[in-house]
C-alpha cells in the first residue's frame, strides 16, 4: 500500500518526507539568554534574571558556555536530534567533556526549556481568543501523581498565581 497525503487542494497526493520546522518563539528567547559562570547562575540569580542567562555547572570558561550555547541556539534552528548533537560533541566541534548522563540532561533541559518558553509566549499572546488554560496529562505509567490529579483542571492564565494554577512540570515531564 502507497503512503498518501492530504494535498493543500484537498486532493490526494503522494507522502511528503517532513522537514523540521524552525520554532520562531523558542529560537528568539534560546538567543535573548546571556552566557553567565555557574557560581553567578546558581549563588546570584533570582526570578528573570536566571531565566534569561544560560550556565552549566562544573564548566569554568565563558568561551566553552557560550560555545554550548551557541550549539544549542543551532538544534532550535535546524531541527538537529539528540543523536546528532551528541556525535559533535563526540567530535571536539562542540568543547565538552561529560558523561553521556550529563549531556543527555544539558540537551533536553535547554532545548525542552527553550520549547516551552516558546510555546507560553505563543499562548499568552492567543489568550484573549482562548482565556482559559487546560491541563491535560497524558495519564500512562510514566504520568506522575500530582499531575493525574491536575488533569482537567483549567484556570485563568491572567489571575495571579495561586494554589490552584498548575505549576510548570519537571525536566523530561511528558505531560501538561
Known amino acids: 500500500m502507497n503512503d498518501v497525503t492530504l494535498a493543500a487542494d484537498g486532493g490526494v497526493g503522494p507522502l511528503q518526507p517532513l ?3 524552525p520554532f520562531a518563539e523558542a529560537i528568539t528567547w534560546a538567543k535573548a539568554r546571556g552566557v553567565v559562570l555557574p557560581g553567578p547562575y546558581y549563588n546570584d540569580l533570582q526570578g528573570l534574571a536566571r ?4 550556565s552549566i ?11 554550548v550555547k551557541d550549539s544549542l541556539d543551532a538544534v532550535l534552528e ?3 536530534s539528540f543523536g546528532g548533537w551528541k556525535k559533535r560533541v563526540a567530535s571536539g566541534e562542540i568543547p565538552l567533556d561529560l558523561p553521556p ?7 533536553r533541559t535547554n532545548v525542552q526549556g ?6 507560553y509566549e505563543q499562548q499568552m499572546a492567543a489568550v484573549a481568543a482562548f482565556p482559559w488554560f487546560l491541563y491535560d496529562a497524558v495519564n500512562d505509567s510514566r504520568t506522575r501523581p500530582a499531575h493525574s490529579a491536575m488533569d482537567g483542571k ?7 498565581c495561586s494554589a490552584s494554577t498548575p505549576t510548570a512540570c519537571r525536566v523530561t515531564c511528558h505531560t501538561g
Open 19 to 21: 522537514e523540521p520546522l
Open 51 to 54: 531565566a534569561m542567562s544560560f
Open 57 to 67: 555547572a562544573g564548566l569554568a570558561k565563558l568561551d566553552q558556555l557560550q560555545a
Open 78 to 80: 535546524t531541527g538537529e
Open 101 to 107: 548522563h550529563r549531556l543527555e540532561n544539558i540537551f
Open 114 to 119: 527553550a520549547y516551552n518558553r516558546g510555546r
Open 154 to 160: 483549567t484556570w485563568d492564565p491572567l489571575r495571579p
